[in-house]
Each structure stands twice: as C-alpha cells, then as structure tokens.
C-alpha cells in the first residue's frame, strides 16, 4: 500500500523511469511503531512528526481519522487484525 502511495506522483510510467535513473537513493528510512494498549500505529518518515522523540497518539480519536480509499496518508492503525491508513 505504501509503494503504490509513493507510485502516485509520477502520472506515467516514463516519468517513473526517469525519475528512478536520477534519484538520490540516500539512506533508508523505516517506519515507526507506537504501541497502544490496544493495536499500534505506524508512522511512515514523510509523515510531520516523524522526526518528534516523542509521538502522542489519542486513541479514541483514531476511529474519526480513517481515510477512505486512495487518500494519501501518512500514518497506518493497526486494530483488530487489520491495518487502516488515517490521518495525523
């Protein structure tokens, strides 16, 4: 899901290409995860707090911040056995 995110800003496929024989592949950045008490959250590097020591996640609030489909996102729920993107 995160590749095809990532895959949205080149509008076609030759753009893709000639952005990959240009790029500064730099070094790799890796998610972060912040538990709850029940589930977690996955703060992907582009995301604004990314960076912060310390994340606050409120947790009764995540319900309201799911994304419908296709909406570009920055941060993942994990609960219940699924994974929902939403916002920060």
Do not use: H
């Amino acid at each position: 899901m995160v590749m095809l995110q990532e895959l949205l800003k080149y509008p076609t496929l030759e753009a893709l290409k000639k952005a990959a024989l240009t790029r500064m592949w730099g070094t790799p950045n890796s998610p972060r995860l912040i538990a709850l008490d029940k589930g977690a959250v996955l703060i992907e590097p582009w995301d604004v707090e990314y960076g912060q020591p310390d994340i606050e996640i409120d947790a009764r609030k995540l319900e309201k911040a799911l994304l419908p489909a296709g909406e570009p996102f920055s941060r993942i729920w994990y609960r219940e056995g699924l994974w929902r993107p939403i916002t920060a």
